[in-house]
């Protein structure tokens, strides 16, 4: 990501094209909001607790925390939210398998800070991660966070 604001200016764009990026965290927004892209908010935690730690260095709880933090800077930058991800949502190389409560209980958490700031998510996503999704897994979860 170092080298990401010199990708972003060097895009020849079009008129016709929306252009966007990954922002990571808080720090990923600011800067993406400096230049020439397309900026979207989002929501996104991972199911799986130490997923989170290895690939962001904060836990859920953190994560969360994080959250409220760009929905204040979405908000003050008026900047459109339209989604919301729960990454790891069917297995963790680290954890194993996730229980499905666990995604739903996820996917809560995101629609509450949601609510908070007054703003109606277009779709939530359920992201296999690292690849450990089977089609009944895939029913299971969705399933149950449906159910919700």
């Known amino acids: 990501?170092?080298?990401?604001?010199?990708?972003?200016?060097?895009?020849?764009?079009?008129?016709?094209?929306?252009?966007?990026?990954?922002?990571?965290?808080?720090?990923?927004y600011e800067r993406a909001?400096?230049?020439?892209l397309h900026i979207t908010g989002g929501l996104q935690m991972?199911?799986?607790?130490?997923?989170s730690k290895h690939n962001t260095n904060k836990d859920n709880d953190e994560t969360l925390r994080e959250q409220?933090?760009?929905?204040?800077?979405?908000?003050d930058?008026?900047?459109?939210v339209d989604s919301a991800i729960v990454m790891t949502a069917f297995g963790c190389n680290f954890e194993g398998a996730i229980a499905p409560e666990t995604v739903?209980?996820?996917?809560?958490?995101?629609?509450?800070i949601a609510?908070?700031?007054?703003?109606?998510?277009?779709?939530?996503?359920?992201a296999d991660t690292v690849g450990w999704a089977s089609p009944l897994q895939v029913q299971r979860v969705v399933?149950?966070?449906r159910d919700k």
Request: proline share 3%; net charge positive; aromatic share 6%.
């Open 1 to 28: 990501m170092a080298d990401a604001m010199n990708v972003a200016e060097a895009i020849r764009q079009r008129p016709d094209v929306h252009y966007t990026g990954i922002a990571l965290n808080l720090r990923g």
């Open 33 to 36: 909001v400096t230049t020439k």
């Open 46 to 51: 991972s199911a799986s607790n130490t997923f």
């Open 68 to 75: 409220r933090r760009q929905m204040a800077f979405f908000r």
């Open 77 to 80: 930058n008026n900047i459109p």
């Open 104 to 112: 739903r209980d996820c996917v809560k958490s995101l629609l509450d």
């Open 115 to 126: 609510d908070e700031f007054g703003v109606d998510l277009e779709r939530v996503r359920l």
């Open 143 to 145: 399933g149950v966070v």
